[in-house]
């Protein structure tokens, strides 16, 4: 593996090239914010499916990829003086500070805090977070609207629970789960329909499950089971 001083040198690299070809470069000259939003967005699609496969050669070059993103983001903005790179990292590590005052005390919030395992770290997390200058004013104003609806439920739930306001035990969470399955099953509609999927995304955060991973690998089992070779005509 390499020295932290070969992986600087490599990032220093990485930014050079990214001068040189935002400034030689016809394709890299003329890009934007909004015609490398979409590239970005396959991009982390692109990841996530490595991630599934724990393919380390694949993860690998996919968080290349992601990582131009960023650098080329840094780079849009610096010819604007909007910010650079330098900002973007010191931003991030201030925040992991503040975000950590069980590991940093009196850098982070003034005081260390005690969190022994991931559960209280994740509680801390979320606490630490609603008190950050320019941070989310609520406890749900974070979670994108854009994120898909499955991740999305998953999300509520997991700050909703951390914040200690959802303490809904696994066997009442299966009670409820039951009784919207019994109505769905004489009266489906839409407004149910949601609310059971909602209680089984619950279920599988109760259980240390991420759901979208599980349903992720349930559509390659049934993609394997019937993605044959059509017959020709």
Known sequence: MHTQEEKLAAFGRLLTIMDELREKCPWDKKQTFESLRQNTIEETYELCSALLKNDMQDICKELGD?????????????????????????????????????????????????????????KLWEQVKLKEKDGNKSLLSGIPSALPALIKAYRIQDKVMNAGLDKVSAEKTWQELHALLAQLEQHPDEETMGQALFKLVKLAKLNKIRPDNALEKENERYIARFDTTLPAE
């Not at 010819?79 to 590991?103: Q, Y």
């Not at 919030?109 to 994740?122: C, F, I, L, Y």
């Open 66 to 122: 992601v990582l131009l993103h960023i650098v080329f983001y840094a780079k849009i903005a610096s010819e604007t003086e909007a910010f650079d790179m330098g900002d973007v990292c010191n931003h991030l590590s201030d925040k992991l500070v503040f975000r950590h005052p069980h590991i940093y005390g009196q850098q982070a919030t003034g005081n260390r805090q005690q969190a022994s395992s991931p559960e209280e770290v994740a």
